[in-house]
C-alpha cells in the first residue's frame, strides 16, 4: 500500500508532504483546486505520461517521491525484476505534514485506528521521480524535459516501473474505463478472477507456445538452411563441374601455352634466324666463321705452347673447349631449324586455350594454380554436403506434436474460463444491482482465436443495461456513468483475490446522485476492507463514508519581496504593490470531525463561507451533513457485520 507522497514544484503544488494509512480515503474540494494533480503525481511517480507542464511555472525542476509497504508476493516479482526492497525502519514515523490551515486534530473520530505500517510490511519500496526542465538551445526550438526515475535509491528506466505499477496501484476514472473495451484486458481480468483454478493453466498454455513456437522455428529453419544448401550444391557443383571438364593439371600451362603460341606465331623468323647463327658459328665454307677461326686460333697457340708451357697451356684449353662448344652450337641451332615447321592448327588450339584458361581465372578471380585448387576444395565440399542431412521429418513431426499439445492445453484452459466466467457473470450482476443496475444483462462471450501464449480465446464482454435490449460489447452499449458502476462492480468481484495494494478511483462517481451514490459509497467502502482505496468524489455521501478525509484547496498568495525577504500571505490579506508576486498554489489538509462536518455542508449547499455556519441554507445543509455522518456510520456498522 502507498505509505507517504511527497511533492515538490509539480504542476500548482509548491511543497506537500502526506502520509496515508489503510482504509478508504476521500479527496474533496472545489473543481480545479487541485484533486487530481495528486493523481497525476501518484501516476507519474510510476512511470505515467509525463509532460513539461507538470513542472511549476518558475521553476526548473520537479520532485516526486512515493513510498510503499510491501506485501511478500510482491517481493518475489520485484526481486525478479533486479529490484532491491529496503527494510522498515525500527523508529517510529515522524508527524504526518500537511500543508493548509491548523486544525483540531488530524484524524476524524470515525477514522478507525490507522494500522501501523511496520505491521503491513517489514520491506519498503521508495519510487523517485526528478523532472528537469530542459531549456531550448536555439530560438525556435520547444522546451523539453528529462525525466530521472530511482527506486530505492538506485536508478532504474521508465520500462521497469511500467511493469511494477499494475502491481501496486490501479487508478481508475470515467476516462480510463477504456480499459474495459480492450479485449486482451477482459482477458486478464477473468484470468485473475478464476485465480488458481486458472492461471496454472494459463501458465501451461504459455510454456507450451513457447515450445511450440521454438520447435516451429527450428523447422523454419532447418528449411531455409536446407532450401540454402540446395541452392549451395546447385553453385559448388556447377563451379566443380565446369573446373573439372577444364582438365586442369599444370599449374605452368598458361605460361607454357603462350610460349608455344609466341613460337608458332614466328617460325620464319625463327628459322631464318637460326640458319644465319649457324652459318655464323659452324660456317658454310665460303666465308670465316666462329669455328673456323677459333680452329686458327688453337693452331697457332700451340705451335707455341712448347716454348711457355705454364701461361699458354690454360689458355690453349680454353680455346680448345671454346671451339668444341662453337661447334656443338652449331649443329644444335642448325637441327632446331630444321625441327622448325609451320602448323597453322596446332597454333589454333593453342590460342582458343589460352583464352579459355584466362577467361576461367577472371571469372573466379583467381591464378591458375589457385583455380587448380579451388576444384579440389569444391570436390570436398561437396563430399561433405552430400553426407550432410539431419532429418527434416523429425523436426516437422516434433513440430506437429508441440502445436498439437498447444491446441489441447489451449482447450482445457477455455473449458476452466469458460467455468469461472460464469461465476463471473453472477457475481458481477448481483454486484450491479445495488448500483441502480438490477436489471442489467452480462454475458462473457468466447471466440476462438490461433492459440498464442495467451491461450486460444478472445474474450468480449457483452452488456445489456435495459430489459429487453440484446447483448452487445460494452463499449457500444454503456454509457459513461455506466462504465464507471460496471468498473466498480468489477473492482469488487476482483477485491479478494487482485495482489493490488492500492485502488485509485478519481471520481468515478460523477453523474450519479441518492441511491446510486450512496451504494457506490458501500461498494469503496466493501473495496477499502481489503485494499487501501483513494477516492476523489464530490459526492456527500462518499465522502461521509470515508476512514480518512483529505481537503485540497487552491489559493491565490502573494509573495513579498520587498528587502529581499520572501513571505507568503493570502492574497486577501496582503496588500499588492509593484513588489509583489501573486502566485496560485494547491493545498492539502486533513480534516478533523468539526471541519469534515463543514466540508459536508459546503458540497450539499454549496455555501462559499465554510467557517461561518449561519443562515438557514447552511444551518440545513449541516445538518444534513450530521445526517449523512450518521448515516454512513450505520452503513459501515452493517457492512461490518455483513463480512
Not at 525500527?90 to 483540531?104: C, L, N, Q, V
Not at 609451320?342 to 594454380?369: H, M, N, W
Not at 482447450?411 to 450491479?432: M, P
Not at 452487445?472 to 473492482?491: D, H, V
Request: net charge negative.
Amino acid at each position: 500500500m502507498l505509505l507517504a507522497l511527497r511533492i515538490k514544484n509539480f504542476a500548482l503544488i509548491d511543497t506537500l508532504a502526506v502520509d496515508f494509512t489503510t482504509g478508504l480515503q476521500v479527496f474533496t474540494g472545489e473543481t480545479g483546486a487541485g484533486k487530481s494533480i495528486i493523481l497525476d503525481a501518484i501516476d507519474a511517480v510510476l512511470g505515467g505520461k509525463v509532460t513539461a507542464r507538470m513542472v511549476r511555472s518558475g521553476a526548473s525542476q520537479s520532485s516526486l517521491t512515493a513510498e510503499f509497504a510491501v506485501a511478500p508476493p510482491l517481493e518475489e516479482f520485484l526481486a525478479s525484476q533486479g529490484v532491491e526492497l529496503a527494510d522498515a525502519e525500527a523508529e517510529s514515523k515522524p508527524p504526518e505534514k500537511s500543508s493548509g490551515r491548523k486544525k483540531k486534530s488530524t484524524k476524524s473520530k470515525l477514522s478507525p485506528p490507522a494500522e501501523s505500517p511496520e505491521k503491513l510490511s517489514e520491506k519498503r519500496l521508495t519510487c523517485n521521480l526528478e523532472i528537469t526542465v530542459v531549456p531550448p538551445k536555439e530560438a525556435g526550438k520547444r522546451t523539453s524535459i528529462r525525466s530521472r526515475f530511482k527506486l530505492n535509491g538506485k536508478s532504474s528506466s521508465k520500462q521497469v516501473l511500467g511493469k511494477i505499477r499494475d502491481r501496486l496501484v490501479e487508478i481508475a476514472a470515467q476516462g480510463q474505463t477504456v480499459q474495459l473495451l480492450q479485449s486482451d484486458r477482459q482477458r486478464d481480468w477473468l484470468d485473475n478472477f478464476g485465480g488458481e483454478s486458472v492461471l496454472p493453466l494459463k501458465q501451461q498454455v504459455t510454456e507450451t507456445y513457447e515450445a511450440a513456437r521454438a520447435a516451429q522455428a527450428l523447422l523454419a529453419k532447418r528449411q531455409a538452411a536446407d532450401e540454402l544448401r540446395q541452392q549451395q550444391l546447385d553453385l559448388y557443383r556447377f563451379q566443380y563441374d565446369e573446373l573439372s571438364a577444364a582438365e586442369l593439371e599444370d599449374a605452368d600451362e598458361l605460361d607454357e601455352l603462350i610460349q608455344e603460341r609466341d613460337r608458332l606465331s614466328n617460325v620464319v623468323e625463327l628459322q631464318k634466324t637460326s640458319y644465319g647463327l649457324y652459318q655464323l658459328l659452324y660456317g658454310d665454307g665460303q666465308s670465316d666463321s666462329c669455328a673456323d677461326l677459333l680452329g686458327q686460333a688453337e693452331k697457332n697457340i700451340e705451335s707455341i705452347v712448347d716454348y711457355d708451357t705454364t701461361e699458354l697451356e690454360p689458355i690453349l684449353e680454353m680455346i680448345t673447349g671454346a671451339l668444341a662448344q662453337v661447334s656443338e652450337a652449331g649443329q644444335a641451332i642448325n637441327l632446331y631449324g630444321d625441327r622448325l615447321e609451320s602448323d597453322p592448327q596446332r597454333l589454333g588450339e593453342v590460342e582458343e586455350r589460352i583464352v579459355f584458361l584466362k577467361g576461367l581465372c577472371r571469372r573466379y578471380g583467381l591464378t591458375l594454380a589457385e583455380t587448380i585448387q579451388k576444384r579440389d576444395e569444391l570436390q570436398e565440399i561437396l563430399e561433405e554436403l552430400d553426407e550432410e542431412g539431419q532429418s527434416v521429418e523429425a523436426l516437422q513431426e516434433a513440430a506437429i506434436a508441440t502445436q498439437k499439445r498447444l491446441n489441447a492445453a489451449a482447450a482445457q484452459l477455455t473449458e476452466k474460463r469458460q467455468e469461472v466466467a460464469q461465476n463471473l457473470e453472477q457475481k458481477l450482476v448481483d454486484q450491479l444491482a445495488p448500483l441502480a443496475m438490477d436489471h442489467v444483462q452480462f454475458q462473457v462471450q468466447f471466440d476462438s482465436v490461433t492459440p498464442t501464449a495467451d491461450g486460444g480465446d478472445r474474450i468480449t464482454y457483452c452488456f445489456s443495461p435495459n430489459p429487453g435490449e440484446p447483448l452487445a460489447p460494452l463499449g457500444e452499449t454503456a454509457s459513461g456513468g455506466e462504465m464507471s458502476r460496471f468498473l466498480l462492480a468489477l473492482k469488487a468481484c476482483f477485491s479478494k483475490v487482485s495482489t493490488v495494494g492500492t485502488l485509485i478511483f478519481d471520481e468515478i462517481d460523477v453523474g450519479v446522485s441518492g441511491r446510486v451514490a450512496q451504494a457506490i459509497a458501500q461498494k469503496l467502502h466493501q473495496l477499502a476492507q481489503n485494499h487501501q482505496v483513494l477516492c476523489v468524489t464530490h459526492q456527500p455521501i462518499v465522502a461521509a463514508m470515508g476512514d480518512r478525509h483529505f481537503h485540497v484547496e487552491k489559493r491565490v498568495e502573494k509573495v513579498a519581496v520587498a528587502n529581499g525577504e520572501g513571505a507568503n500571505a493570502e492574497a486577501s490579506d496582503a496588500r499588492v504593490d509593484d513588489k509583489s508576486d501573486l502566485r496560485t498554489l494547491t493545498h492539502l489538509s486533513i480534516l478533523d470531525e468539526g471541519d469534515r462536518r463543514l466540508e459536508l455542508a459546503q458540497l450539499v449547499s454549496g455555501a462559499e463561507n465554510r467557517n461561518d455556519p449561519t443562515g438557514a441554507t447552511l444551518a440545513a445543509a449541516n445538518a444534513f451533513a450530521d445526517s449523512l455522518l450518521e448515516r454512513a456510520a450505520l452503513l459501515r456498522k452493517d457492512i461490518a457485520n455483513k463480512s
